[in-house]
């Protein structure tokens, strides 16, 4: 559970390095690295702090699996901790202050693309997608503008997230 700098690429791929040494004598094989909480931008859809990762994850993910370990990483499909208000100044659909309606459609249509491009560009093969909320009551989100309609838009707007990571990578763990 590595904080702050300790998120960045070198960091990461040095914990990874430690974990394969020590678990190597044994039989057991490192699945996957995932950067919790920290990794991103705040004031971004899942962009990453470029303080501590100036170029991505991609490096990161050239690196572990010359030793078989694929990169994973934190990230709760309805934003939580990200700055949620600073997205409702670009448009995109919130729930709450805390979390974004997935089943708004320029929400959804952002975090298929921030998907695409983790999945196929940082090759993410475990994504830890916690905090569902589905809460949403208001209007223009591509439900009616109740709270129990906006939970099962939100409900299937996340199953659709993850049919598209799926599709996307069919070997992905979903969590």
Partial sequence: DLRGKDLGVESL????????????????????????????????????????????????????????????LWMPLTGVN?????????????????HYCMSGPKYNAKM???????????????????????HCAKEGHGHLPEARYGFEANVDAEIGLLQYSRSLRPDIFLN
């Fill in 82 to 98: 990200l700055d949620v208000p600073w997205g409702q100044t670009q448009g995109y659909e919130t729930g709450s202050d805390r």
């Fill in 112 to 134: 298929r693309e921030v998907l695409r491009h983790h999945i196929l560009d940082w090759r993410v093969c475990y994504f830890k997608h916690d905090f569902n909320s589905f």
């Fill in 13 to 72: 791929a040095k914990t990874s390095e430690e974990f394969r040494q020590g678990l190597e004598p044994y039989g057991v094989r490192l699945d996957a690295i995932v950067p919790d909480d920290g990794w991103q931008n705040k004031q971004s859809i899942w962009e990453p702090n470029t303080e501590i990762i100036p170029n991505g994850y991609r490096p990161l993910a050239d690196r572990i699996e010359k030793h078989g370990t694929r990169l994973g």
